[in-house]
C-alpha cells in the first residue's frame, strides 16, 4: 500500500508543479504544452495533443502535440470521442482502437488506446487534451481521477490567465 501512495503522491506532485509553473508562463499556448506533457507522465502515455478553441468565434484548432506523436492528429469527429467528452464534461476513454472506429482517419496503426480529457471551468469549453497509448491499455479508477484532476486543474490554469492577461 505504501508504494501505491508514493506513485500517486509522485502523480499530484507532478499535477502541482505543472500549476505552479502555469502561473508564470509567457502564454496559454506553453500552459497547454505543459499540461499536455504532464498528463503523459502522470498517466504513463506514449504521446498526446491537444485541441483548442482560443476563442468562442473559432472552431478547435490543434494547440499542441506531443514530439513523440507519429502522425498529424486529425480534426475531432461530430459525434467521435472528443465530442462524447465535451458533452458530458467526463475523460472518454477507449481502450481498444480498431480501423473500423475510424473509417478514413485510421489511427489503429499509432494507438491502441488513449484517453481524451475535456478542459472546461464553469460553462467555459476550452477544449481537450488526447493522451494516447502504443498498446492495448485498461484504465483504472485511479486513471479515472487522475484524468479528471488533469483537466480540472489545467481548465482552471488557463482560467487564471485569461483573468490576468485581461487585467493587463
Request: proline content about 4%; hydrophobic content about 35%.
Amino acid at each position: 500500500m505504501k508504494g501505491k501512495i508514493n506513485t500517486i503522491s509522485k502523480k499530484v506532485t507532478l499535477l502541482n508543479e505543472a500549476i505552479l509553473s502555469s502561473m508564470v508562463q509567457a502564454n496559454d499556448k506553453v500552459i497547454i504544452k505543459n499540461f499536455t506533457e504532464t498528463g503523459i507522465k502522470i498517466l504513463g502515455a506514449n504521446f498526446g495533443f491537444a485541441w483548442w478553441k482560443f476563442s468562442d468565434k473559432e472552431d478547435y484548432k490543434l494547440a499542441y502535440k506531443s514530439p513523440s506523436t507519429p502522425y498529424n492528429p486529425f480534426v475531432p469527429r461530430k459525434n467521435g470521442g472528443h465530442s462524447a467528452a465535451i458533452k458530458t464534461k467526463k475523460p472518454f476513454f477507449d481502450t481498444n482502437v480498431k480501423k473500423k472506429n475510424y473509417g478514413l482517419s485510421d489511427i489503429s496503426p499509432y494507438m491502441k488506446s488513449y484517453v481524451i480529457i475535456p478542459i472546461s471551468h464553469s460553462n467555459h469549453l476550452y477544449g481537450g487534451l488526447t493522451l494516447c497509448y502504443k498498446k492495448q491499455h485498461h484504465f483504472t479508477e485511479e486513471e479515472l481521477t487522475l484524468a479528471e484532476a488533469i483537466g480540472s486543474t489545467t481548465a482552471q490554469a488557463i482560467t487564471i490567465y485569461n483573468l490576468l492577461e485581461n487585467e493587463k
